[in-house]
Structures are given as structure tokens and as C-alpha cells.
């Protein structure tokens, strides 16, 4: 079984981007997962997200995963001083997150074997470390997505 630990974190405000996915199910998870590394590569080719990267305080690339209604919203995004009038901002608040750390590979892989391994393992021996309305953030720490240094951070409540 892959270790976790307790973490707290400060707020941080990510400016950053949005993509609407569709819900993650069984059935749809790696088409999800294709869509997030879209959205990555949309927003590095471009430009966005090196712009972001520039002005940021704390050099991690954010992702926040959150279901809406229909709906999975994932922002891309950066702990930033850019000032882009197209970014938009969401609070990650502080408080106690589970966190469980992976690296060597493609992000996008250590991040997808880190959600399998939370919701299919550690979850069903510990349900209270999950709540329903929550959102999941996946941190890529040292700035390679392809030998990636990742975290991924579930709040201990919202």
C-alpha cells in the first residue's frame, strides 16, 4: 500500500485556467485523463502557462479537480503575480490535506496511479479522509512534467 501523510497548507490563490471535463467514471477515466494532458498542452503552447510559471512565488504548477453539478472542472494554474486579465483565481484554503507523493515518469501517469491508489486503496480503509463535495489538487513540484516530482492533495474537509 502507497504511504500518505497529513499535511497542513497555508491559502494559496492560483490564477490559472479552466477546462470543463465530463464527470470521471470507470468507464471514462482515461479519456478524462487524455483531456487534462489537452488542456496542459493547450496552455503551454500557447504561452499561458510559462507566463504564469515566471511570476510564480512557489514554482509549482497546480492542477484543482472539482465536480460540479455535470461536471468536472479542472484549472490549470500557478501561485502568480502575472498580471493576465484572461486568468482566473481560485483559493486553495488552509487547512490539514492528505497528501501522497510520486515521481520519476510523466506527471500525468504519477498523478492518475496516485488518485487509482487513493480512491481504489487508502479510501476504502479510511472513508473518513474523503468528502463528498471536496476537490483534489495535483502538484507538480519541480517543473518537469516528463521525470515529474508530484504531490497529491485531498482536503481533510472544505
Known amino acids: 500500500m502507497t504511504n500518505y501523510e497529513i499535511k ?33 498542452f493547450s ?6 502557462f510559462p507566463a504564469l510559471m515566471a511570476e510564480s512565488a512557489d514554482k509549482i504548477g497546480y492542477a484543482l479537480s472539482e465536480a460540479k453539478n455535470d461536471h468536472l472542472e479542472y484549472f490549470a494554474g500557478a501561485n502568480t503575480s502575472t498580471d493576465d486579465s484572461a486568468a482566473e483565481e ?13 515521481q520519476g515518469g510523466p506527471s500525468r501517469q504519477l498523478f492518475d496511479r496516485l488518485i487509482k491508489t487513493f480512491f ?29 516530482e508530484v504531490e497529491l492533495w485531498i482536503p481533510l474537509s472544505k
Open 90 to 102: 481560485r483559493v486553495l484554503p488552509a487547512g490539514e490535506y492528505v497528501v501522497l507523493k510520486g
Open 120 to 148: 481504489g486503496e487508502i479510501l476504502s480503509e479510511n472513508p473518513d479522509l474523503y468528502k463528498e463535495d471536496t476537490f483534489v489538487v495535483e502538484a507538480l513540484l519541480n517543473g518537469n512534467p516528463q521525470d515529474a
Open 8 to 40: 497542513h497548507f497555508n491559502e494559496t490563490v492560483i490564477k490559472g485556467y479552466a477546462a470543463v471535463l465530463p464527470l470521471p467514471t470507470i468507464d471514462n477515466i482515461k479519456e478524462v485523463s487524455e483531456k487534462k494532458s489537452q488542456h496542459f
Open 43 to 48: 496552455l503551454a503552447t500557447s504561452g499561458k
